[in-house]
């Protein structure tokens, strides 16, 4: 602090380094001198009896200490004795308050060792307040670095002024990283330094980067596509697995622009680019429907759906395909239908069209056995994807509903009662598969035995989302498949409620 030209250039070193005001590196400076001196006379932290100027001409420290006068001394370091001050100062009286300036070279080690503490801890806390005021309207936003190290599986990321984290969760799983790596990833939080967890993450990165979320794709379409930043095509909703496979459903607000092909781009050009950046991750561009059959055929796609039985109070959908194409509509270990459940937010099951119509059958052998129920109303009741199951826990109510009329409650009540005695004593024929879990002891559900078989079946180019229902890099068009039938579960409509409306009235008059 002698030289205070070297003082003076070693303050706008700092300033530039850290990026801070000379003034708030001073008023680090003073805060750490003060815990100096008072570590070193002995002094209580808080009293207001020690002042620091800095001496800009000069560009040293001047520091005073103030003491009260007093006939006799109690505290040496908050009063000073009246004969002793009289010895320079003559006109001096006890009540008075002097200063006496201290000259920092008499500090000791421990003293001047401490003062370094404290002042890498006051910069390292107003860079982290920068930091925070710089990068939390950024939120939301791609950032780019250079990987510096990895951590405890942590990646820490370079990203010129200050360092950022991708937690070992936040890193998509086939993905590895060694320091020198360009990175780009999503800036999931900014870490208030002055917050409870901003005080326990002293030592670590206040941002926080993502690459396994969903908005990490989101950003990236929107980086490459101009229609999703201009706002004509908006993306719905996406479902990911990091580093495997990801639906994006997208719709567009002008009839003239395909959704899908303006996110797959000439040549697939633009998805291309966000599949490279993920490594490899597949990428299915879905087309949004409000028709939530149709979106959910979409987002199962390529395989094709012959029929759909929805019941909307449980939200959940059977999906029937062909045989052929069940391992492709369940997917590798069930990716593809977890996947599309997740997007269209409908719990899907899945099955082959020789395993429901086994289904379907064996339905409506049992509903033979129930006396109360007629055969056009049994008939209703299997088009419309019921089972003895689904019939002995269903409300009365539903099964007006789906009559259509104001039918006898007593009759559908004695119809849900029989269903439910019957199930209860086992002796009711089943779906094929059902037996044969059965026979072997094996309790799995249908839908089990369907994504078990599908596990069997090994993946093909037939996998890849193509035509109206989805798009990869590669691919793009019109479906050419067809309309698939739709069932709504209890909601029946046209010429078979009013035949099983009849149907239930003539029950009710034969049960009187």
Request: glycine share 8%.
């Amino acid at each position: 602090m002698r030289d205070a030209q070297d003082f003076k250039r070693t303050l706008e070193l700092l300033s530039k380094e850290r990026g801070l005001s000379k003034n708030e590196i001073l008023e680090s400076l003073i805060a750490a001198l003060k815990s100096a001196i008072r570590k070193e006379y002995g002094l209580e932290k808080g009293e207001d009896y020690l002042e620091i100027r800095y001496n800009e001409s000069k560009g040293e420290f001047e520091v005073i200490r103030y003491r009260e006068v007093v006939e006799e001394v109690v505290d040496p370091s908050r009063e000073v004795a009246l004969s002793e001050v009289r010895k320079t100062d003559p006109d001096v009286e006890i009540g008075d308050e002097i200063g006496e300036r201290i000259q920092l070279e008499g500090l000791g080690r421990i003293a001047a060792h401490l003062a370094k503490q404290v002042i890498r801890q006051r910069i390292r806390d107003i860079e982290r307040l920068h930091i925070y005021d710089e990068y939390k309207g950024r939120v939301g936003e791609i950032v780019q670095g250079t990987i510096r190290r990895i951590d405890r599986r942590d990646a820490i990321v370079d990203l010129g002024r200050t360092e950022a984290i991708i937690q070992y969760k936040d890193q998509i799983p086939s993905e590895s990283y060694k320091p020198g790596d360009r990175v780009k990833a999503y800036l999931k939080e900014v870490i208030d330094p002055e917050s409870p967890e901003g005080r326990k993450r002293i030592n670590m990165p206040q941002l926080v980067l993502s690459r396994a979320c969903e908005e990490f794709i989101v950003k990236l379409f929107e980086r490459e596509v101009p229609e999703i930043s201009e706002g004509v095509v908006r993306i719905v909703g996406v479902a990911r697995e990091p580093g495997q496979r990801t639906k994006i459903a997208v719709a567009s607000s002008d009839p003239n622009i395909d959704p899908v092909g303006a996110c797959v781009g000439m040549r697939g050009s633009r998805v291309q680019n966000i599949v490279s950046e993920l490594k490899g991750e597949r990428i299915d561009i879905v087309p949004y429907s409000e028709n939530a059959v149709r979106f959910v055929c979409n987002a199962l796609a390529p395989a094709e759906v012959l029929k759909v039985i929805m019941d909307e109070d449980s939200r959940s959908m059977d999906v029937i395909v062909a045989d052929d194409k069940l391992a492709q509509a369940i997917g590798t270990r069930g990716q593809n239908v977890r996947l599309a459940s997740e997007l269209t937010g409908w719990d899907l099951h899945i099955y082959s069209e020789s395993s429901y119509r086994s289904r379907q059958e064996a339905a409506s052998r049992a509903f033979a056995a129930i006396e109360s129920l007629s055969d056009t109303a049994r008939d209703l009741l299997v088009k419309m994807g019921y089972t003895l199951e689904s019939l002995a826990s269903a409300s009365p109510e539903e099964i007006l509903d789906l009559a259509g009329i104001d039918a006898d409650v007593e009759l559908a009540k004695r119809i849900i009662e029989e269903a439910a005695e019957l199930l209860k004593s086992g002796n009711y024929p089943k779906p094929k598969e059902a037996e044969a879990a059965e026979a072997t002891g094996d309790q799995e559900s249908v839908g089990s035995a369907a994504a078990a078989a599908a596990e069997k079946e090994p993946a093909t180019d037939a996998d890849v989302p193509q035509g109206e229902a989805s798009a990869t890099a590669k691919e793009s068009g019109e479906s050419g498949g067809p309309e698939p039938e739709s069932e709504a579960a209890g909601a029946a409509s046209g010429a078979d409620a009013e035949e099983g409306a009849a149907d239930l009235e003539r029950d009710a008059e034969q049960g009187e």
